[in-house]
């Protein structure tokens, strides 16, 4: 199972290191490890950046923000960081940090190394030749949940997290704080974002239950056994770990969630395997995350609804820094297509209900 592994490639143009000055900042913390660095990077994912280095023998994993980013708040290391520190003994699935750096003259940027985790990452497109059969596909949605569930109810004070978020007035911050983000990132006029704003607005439940959230919690952020796909041994991408409202994390993983029956455009938003035979709907997620922790689910949609279009927020934003100029990524050119299809299934679910 190793051939499925993630695997990194050559690093993307403009996006490079400065491996002179970043060998010498690694000596001086790795100090008995001998030869050259050598730096690669991992081709997915569209916000902070990952590499994988050999510093000789020794693999690490360093994670820095996207060049050119303005939004400050989506990319703190330091925060990331801290997090991790401490969260890595309470979760198992979070990654054990050694160092961060907070000097812009090493790379440009601040930074943290991490331990790799070797592993599967599964995406809307599965590695050609993985036995994937319904079976595997209904056990692997379970546990998918089941670790979600796990998270949910680490004890976030006894980690000593407590002071990472502010759970009272969440949501409504929550709403406020993404359109304001989408209309400084605006770079077209789409006729539902006004709808959707109102309609959340108007919406907002209260929170009843408050834990540790991932905020980005979907397939191909979790890393899964080479010997068995079904088991979860590493999860990722922890930038927007915050306290926060259990069912807006569920919510996230909703809207990252395609049904087989979706139209062909929601089928192409999908982040994982989620649409084969086998796998749980979306329904049947918000079902079963309830049985096992009790949640009322009954205001999912407006969970949903928002999950997609904070996620639309995020698509656009990235797709800014394209449209400026500041990053050169043709990967970027097509998401004005992939933001108005967030949209219209956002406000499908606000006007219908149905997740």
Same mark, same amino acid.
């Given at each position: 199972?190793?051939?499925?592994?993630?695997?990194?490639?050559?690093?993307?143009?403009?996006?490079?290191?400065?491996?002179?000055?970043?060998?010498?900042?690694?000596?001086?913390?790795?100090?008995?490890?001998?030869?050259?660095?050598?730096?690669?990077?991992?081709?997915?994912?569209?916000?902070?950046?990952?590499? *994988?280095?050999? %510093? &000789?023998?020794?693999?690490?994993? =360093?994670? $820095?923000?996207?060049? +050119?980013?303005?939004?400050?708040?989506?990319?703190?290391?330091?925060?990331?960081?801290?997090?991790?520190?401490?969260?890595?003994?309470?979760?198992?699935?979070?990654?054990?940090?050694?160092?961060?750096?907070?000097?812009?003259?090493?790379?440009?940027?601040?930074?943290?190394?991490?331990?790799?985790?070797?592993?599967?990452?599964?995406?809307?497109?599965?590695?050609?030749?993985?036995?994937?059969?319904?079976?595997?596909?209904?056990?692997?949605?379970?546990?998918?949940?089941?670790?979600?569930?796990?998270?949910?109810?680490?004890?976030?004070?006894?980690?000593? *997290?407590?002071? %990472? &978020?502010?759970?009272?007035?969440? =949501?409504? $911050?929550?709403?406020? +704080?993404?359109?304001?983000?989408?209309?400084?990132?605006?770079?077209?006029?789409?006729?539902?974002?006004?709808?959707?704003?109102?309609?959340?607005?108007?919406?907002?439940?209260?929170?009843?239950?408050?834990?540790?959230?991932?905020?980005?919690?979907?397939?191909?952020?979790?890393?899964?056994?080479?010997?068995?796909?079904?088991?979860?041994?590493?999860?990722?991408?922890?930038?927007?770990?915050?306290?926060?409202?259990?069912?807006?994390?569920?919510?996230?993983?909703?809207?990252?969630?395609?049904?087989?029956?979706?139209?062909?455009?929601?089928?192409?938003?999908?982040?994982?395997?989620?649409?084969?035979?086998?796998?749980?709907? $979306?329904?049947?997620?918000?079902?079963?995350?309830?049985?096992?922790?009790?949640?009322?689910?009954?205001?999912?949609?407006?969970?949903?609804?928002?999950?997609?279009?904070?996620?639309?927020?995020?698509?656009?934003?990235?797709?800014?820094?394209?449209?400026?100029?500041?990053?050169?990524?043709?990967?970027?050119?097509?998401?004005?297509?992939?933001?108005?299809?967030?949209?219209?299934?956002?406000?499908?679910?606000?006007?219908?209900?149905?997740?």
């Amino acid at each position: 199972m190793a051939n499925f592994f993630d695997q990194p490639t050559a690093i993307r143009p403009g996006e490079e290191l400065d491996t002179v000055k970043l060998e010498a900042y690694l000596r001086g913390h790795f100090e008995k490890v001998e030869g050259p660095l050598q730096v690669r990077q991992y081709p997915s994912g569209h916000s902070n950046l990952t590499y *994988l280095l050999h %510093l &000789g023998d020794r693999e690490l994993v =360093l994670r $820095r923000p996207p060049f +050119g980013s303005k939004v400050k708040s989506a990319h703190d290391m330091g925060r990331e960081y801290r997090v991790l520190s401490k969260l890595h003994a309470a979760y198992a699935p979070a990654p054990k940090v050694f160092l961060y750096c907070d000097d812009d003259s090493v790379i440009g940027a601040p930074f943290y190394v991490m331990e790799p985790i070797h592993g599967i990452i599964l995406r809307s497109k599965l590695p050609g030749g993985l036995d994937f059969p319904a079976e595997t596909a209904r056990q692997l949605s379970e546990s998918f949940l089941d670790n979600l569930v796990s998270l949910h109810r680490v004890d976030y004070a006894a980690a000593g *997290l407590a002071d %990472l &978020g502010r759970p009272q007035g969440y =949501l409504e $911050r929550q709403v406020r +704080g993404w359109i304001e983000r989408y209309y400084g990132s605006k770079t077209h006029d789409y006729v539902e974002v006004e709808k959707i704003a109102s309609w959340m607005q108007e919406h907002t439940p209260s929170t009843s239950a408050v834990s540790l959230i991932h905020n980005d919690y979907k397939y191909d952020n979790v890393i899964l056994d080479g010997n068995d796909i079904t088991k979860i041994i590493g999860v990722l991408d922890w930038e927007m770990c915050t306290i926060g409202d259990s069912l807006a994390d569920l919510g996230t993983t909703l809207a990252y969630w395609a049904d087989r029956t979706d139209p062909e455009d929601m089928q192409q938003n999908g982040w994982g395997p989620t649409a084969r035979p086998g796998s749980f709907t $979306r329904a049947e997620v918000a079902h079963y995350y309830a049985q096992k922790t009790g949640c009322d689910v009954s205001q999912i949609g407006f969970y949903l609804t928002f999950a997609r279009f904070k996620l639309a927020v995020i698509v656009q934003q990235i797709y800014f820094r394209y449209h400026q100029g500041i990053t050169k990524d043709e990967r970027f050119a097509s998401m004005p297509a992939t933001v108005r299809s967030l949209l219209q299934s956002a406000l499908l679910c606000a006007q219908t209900g149905r997740i």
